[in-house]
């Protein structure tokens, strides 16, 4: 894996929506679909100053000025062109919008946030156009509040300025990577794409652990959620690597050891982790079309 940004290059994500008005503009963009995953990053785009941009959903009912929403990729103003188009539906709902696309587009640069969907079989539905460039990116919903974390791959035709509007926008919402093969947007998917998911089912399970040990539920579900935070916030913010700072909660004979003697046999945490890492990019490649 190659990357642009080094953990240490870029330690601090960007700021959270709302902070950053008066930033320098992104390129303007068609966003097709603004659901969870979408809608996420919009929110910080916007935040960030986003050039005038349409978003085509139609579950999304207001947008600030200069920007446009409408229903339909038909609807799109015949006066706007954008820099960047980011492609933000299920990866099994995206062939007709790709088709639409192709007709109104046909050499542009797309964005891709889907999981699995290869840039050939992008390209395959989009049509024999010449033109058209796919980088893809995996974000997750962190981005949200500008904590994203985004695995970027582009094709070596990719050129540098679009390179660099797609990372602009991965950008505004947090911490960026580049990925130097397209396969290992799959493994990115796994870790990060999906890791939220991963991260908010330990506070649900701490919650009901915290409860079976005689904890009213809403302190559990504080306890763990702050817990979170907190190990969260020292992994993000000290230089210090996460096996010392486990470490460092362990005192030899204590609780802690105690407890991570049950997490650490091989098949538990160990073999569990691996496992679900690898099912999602299984998934992901089932997904690729
Ligand atoms: N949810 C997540 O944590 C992440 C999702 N992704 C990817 O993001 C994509 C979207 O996922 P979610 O946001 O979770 O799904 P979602 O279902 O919340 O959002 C999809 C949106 O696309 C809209 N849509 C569907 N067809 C459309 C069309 N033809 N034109 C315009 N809009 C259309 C829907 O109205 C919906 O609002 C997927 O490809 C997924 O793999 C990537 C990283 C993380
Ligand atoms: O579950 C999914 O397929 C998407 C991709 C990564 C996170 N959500």
Known sequence: MTSTHTATATREPAAPAGTHAAAPLLPSILLVGSGKMGGAMLEGWLAQGLAPSVIVDRHRDSLPAPHRIVRAIADIPADFTPDVIVLAVKPQKADPALQDLAKRFPAATLLSVMAGRSIASLKAVYGGEKGLVVVRA???TPCLLGAGMSGLYAPPEATPEQKRHCESLLRAVGETVWVDAEGLIDSVT??????????????????????EQGLPEETARILARETIYGAGRMLHTLPTDAAELRRNVTSPGGTTAAALAVLMADDAWPAATSAAVAAAVTRAKELSG
Do not use: C, Q, R
């Open 138 to 140: 995996m974000p997750n």
């Open 190 to 211: 796994g870790v990060s794409g999906s890791g939220p998911a991963y991260v908010f089912l330990l506070a649900e399970l701490l919650t009901k652990a915290g409860v």
